[in-house]
C-alpha cells in the first residue's frame, strides 16, 4: 500500500520560502507522474506542478518561476520548493501520483479534477502579508 506522507509546510510571511516534502513515496507500483496540488477554503482545487518520469516538468501559471517540483529516487521523495510566495498560496498542499503515461501538463488538470491514484494526507501553507 503507497502512503505518501507530506511535511515542510508553515506558516511564512510574504516574500518567504518553504520547501515541502513528500516521502515514503515508496512505490509498490509503477507510477507516471509525481506532482503536487493545492485547495484553499472556497476555492477550486488547482494542480500546482508535476513532473513525469522522463523528469519533465509542468506547472500552474500562477506559481511559473516561483516554484519547483523535483524527486530524489534514491529516497523516494518528492519536494517542491516555494520561493516569494504569496498570500494567494495559502492552501492545504497535497502530493499525488498516478500510473496512467499523461504528459505533465496533462497531470496537472488531472490533479485539479481530482483523478489520481494516490495522494497524501496534506500539509497547511499559509502565508501572511
Known amino acids: 500500500q503507497v502512503q505518501p506522507v507530506e511535511s515542510g509546510g508553515g506558516s511564512v510571511q510574504a516574500g518567504g520560502s518553504l520547501r515541502l516534502s513528500c516521502a515514503a513515496f515508496?512505490?509498490?507500483?509503477?507510477?507516471?507522474?509525481m506532482g503536487w496540488f493545492r485547495q484553499a477554503p472556497g476555492k477550486e482545487r488547482e494542480g500546482v506542478a508535476a513532473i513525469d518520469s522522463d523528469g519533465i516538468t509542468s506547472y500552474a501559471d500562477s506559481v511559473k518561476g516561483r516554484f519547483t517540483i523535483s524527486q530524489d529516487n534514491a529516497k523516494n521523495t518528492l519536494y517542491l520548493q516555494m520561493n516569494s510566495l504569496k498570500p494567494e498560496d495559502t492552501a492545504m498542499y497535497y502530493c499525488a501520483a498516478d500510473p496512467r503515461p499523461v504528459t505533465a501538463m496533462t497531470a496537472l488538470d488531472d490533479m485539479a479534477s481530482g483523478v489520481y491514484a494516490y495522494r497524501g494526507q496534506g500539509t497547511q501553507v499559509t502565508v501572511s502579508s
Open positions: 515508496g512505490y509498490s507500483y509503477s507510477t507516471h507522474w
